[in-house]
Nanobody
Framework: QVQLVEFGGGLVQPGGSLRLSCVASGFIFSNYRMSWYRQAPGKERELVASISSANGSPNYLDSVKGRFTISRDNVKNTVYLQMNNLKVEDTAVYYC???????WGQGTQVTVSS
């Protein structure tokens, strides 16, 4: 059974940082691309960052380039999203995703507010 469990969301002031973690189980983690998506209230879910199975070049949403960094640890079966210089518009529920059967985590709330 595939499980993706996200950690690390919370409330942070503009300009602050958070690191999200997603621990995966139930499949061969190292074989699959991993991604972070987000969905803000009233908006479509959007791809924030993605990283290949072999830790190849990551892809980022234009609005987070230079601020967010995706990485993975294939020993710990974990993918991370380091988010720096957070902005109010980054407020959303963040979801972990794998292209193994298109599985999703339950999401973690990130709120950026003063």
């Amino acid at each position: 059974q595939v499980q993706l469990v996200e950690f690390g969301g919370g409330l942070v002031q503009p300009g602050g940082s958070l690191r999200l973690s997603c621990v995966a189980s139930g499949f061969i983690f190292s074989n699959y691309r991993m991604s972070w998506y987000r969905q803000a209230p009233g908006k479509e879910r959007e791809l924030v960052a993605s990283i290949s199975s072999a830790n190849g070049s990551p892809n980022y949403l234009d609005s987070v380039k230079g601020r967010f960094t995706i990485s993975r640890d294939n020993v710990k079966n974990t993918v991370y999203l380091q988010m720096n210089n957070l902005k109010v518009e980054d407020t959303a529920v963040y979801y972990c995703h794998t292209n193994y059967f298109g599985s999703w985590g339950q999401g973690t709330q990130v709120t950026v507010s003063s």
